[in-house]
């Protein structure tokens, strides 16, 4: 590019360029209030409100700021966390266990994270955003597990000692993969249901421990936090009609002796395929496939079974169950490549019935291992 051109003339002093204005500095509340929102959003909000207000006396930069820390908060609080409960539908799995529940949610009251609160019950325990919920970690509901909904939002909990009255316990937290966009609620609950019965064995050691009443429940992303990253959902046990558990459900290896150990090593690969039982609204395609699991898990079962040796006592009654097993694999084969609805409900049922869960309750009594009812 050419320099300036001179110009001929006389010289004029050129007048000094005025001095730049002196640089705003950010408002420290407008900052905090967007790392805020992200960190725990109704903070954010406040924050948020706070700093525009402030802004309009201060000379200080960061407006916008703080209108994306309202934006975020407010659309995050809209849509939260969503819980709904588990239904467990097998019924020969439920007759040791505890039968078909249900439950419903709607939304709990929201409280700020981080104090010592009363449950409403003389409890103390502390507040916690329902996205900062470990494994192991034991609490009530912000409205109580009896009175939800389907389908509630819900923000924070009341986190508990596992060794005192408690609604609820968390047994796994999993992530949703192979999605970009949000999935729906219907998509999302049917992993959560798969995804959370796959890891209930795991956590307890044994599911036939379980309190007959206790059933499942998920914490699961709402719209508005998968846009911001939300991908996780919490797992966790309830006592079906939101009554109160005490103590910790999980499994104690350490408090089991050998034989328990590897009975429920030969058995908890069925186990966990019972869990994974689809809802019926997860359409023929999605439960025939765990039917073809099911099938699987027996005939990997009967097998092992019949390969180890057990302690005397039970060896008769080990062979029974082998045999009752392998009657049964073919009504899950059955179920498999059933037809229709209806099919396909006659064969599970015939599956279950043919499973020698008798035989199963004699051995795990000789083991001294929870047998149910």
């Known amino acids: 590019m050419p320099g300036p051109v001179p110009v001929a003339g006389a010289l004029a002093p050129v007048p000094p360029a005025p001095a730049p204005p002196p640089e705003l500095r950010y408002s420290g509340l407008a900052v905090g209030s967007l790392i805020a929102a992200v960190v725990f959003f109704p903070a954010g909000l406040v924050l948020g409100i706070l700093a525009l207000a402030g802004l309009d006396r201060r000379a200080e930069r960061g407006k916008g700021l703080a209108v994306a820390a309202v934006a975020i908060a407010s659309t995050a609080i809209l849509t939260l966390a969503v819980v709904i409960p588990a239904v467990v539908t097998s019924e020969d799995h439920d007759a040791g266990r505890g039968g078909d529940a249900s439950a419903h949610a709607q939304p709990g009251d929201v409280r700020a994270?981080?104090?010592?609160?009363?449950?409403?019950?003389?409890?103390?325990?502390?507040?916690?955003?329902?996205?900062?919920?470990a494994v192991g970690d034991c609490f009530d509901s912000g409205a109580g597990l009896g009175t939800f909904d389907e389908g509630a939002e819900e923000l924070t909990v009341t986190r508990l000692p596992c060794e005192g009255p408690h609604e609820a316990e968390a047994f796994a937290a999993v992530q949703v993969e192979g999605h970009g966009a949000f999935p729906g609620d219907d998509e999302l609950f049917a992993v959560a249901n798969r995804e959370c019965g796959a890891h209930v064995q795991g956590y307890v050691l044994d599911s036939w421990a379980l309190p007959l009443d206790v059933q499942l429940y998920y914490y699961y992303p709402g719209a508005a936090t998968?846009?911001?990253?939300d991908r996780e959902i919490v797992c966790f046990f309830g006592q079906s009609g939101?009554?109160?558990?005490?103590?910790?459900?999980?499994?104690?290896?350490?408090?089991m002796d050998a034989d328990q150990l590897r009975y429920l090593e030969v058995?908890?690969?069925?186990?966990?395929?019972?869990?994974?039982?689809?809802?019926?609204e997860e359409g023929l395609d999605a439960r025939r496939e765990w039917a073809g699991r099911m099938a699987d898990s027996v005939g990997q079962e009967a097998g092992t079974l019949t390969a180890e040796s057990w302690p005397r006592e039970i060896e008769?009654?080990?062979?029974?169950?082998?045999?009752?097993?392998?009657?049964?694999?073919?009504?899950?084969?059955d179920a498999a490549g059933a037809g229709d609805e209806s099919a396909f409900a006659r064969h599970v049922e015939a599956g279950y019935d043919a499973m020698g869960i008798d035989s199963e309750i004699e051995i795990r009594g000789i083991l001294g291992l929870p047998v149910g009812g």
Do not use: K, M
């Not at 939101?242 to 408090?255: Q, V, W």
């Not at 008769?316 to 009504?331: F, I, K």
């Open 242 to 255: 939101g009554g109160a558990l005490t103590g910790t459900l999980r499994g104690d290896a350490a408090a």
């Open 226 to 229: 998968w846009q911001l990253g």
């Open 267 to 280: 058995t908890t690969p069925l186990e966990v395929a019972i869990w994974g039982e689809p809802l019926p």
């Open 316 to 333: 008769p009654l080990v062979a029974e169950l082998a045999e009752a097993r392998l009657t049964s694999l073919a009504h899950w084969n």
């Open 113 to 133: 994270p981080g104090g010592e609160q009363e449950d409403g019950q003389g409890r103390e325990g502390t507040d916690l955003s329902v996205f900062d919920i």
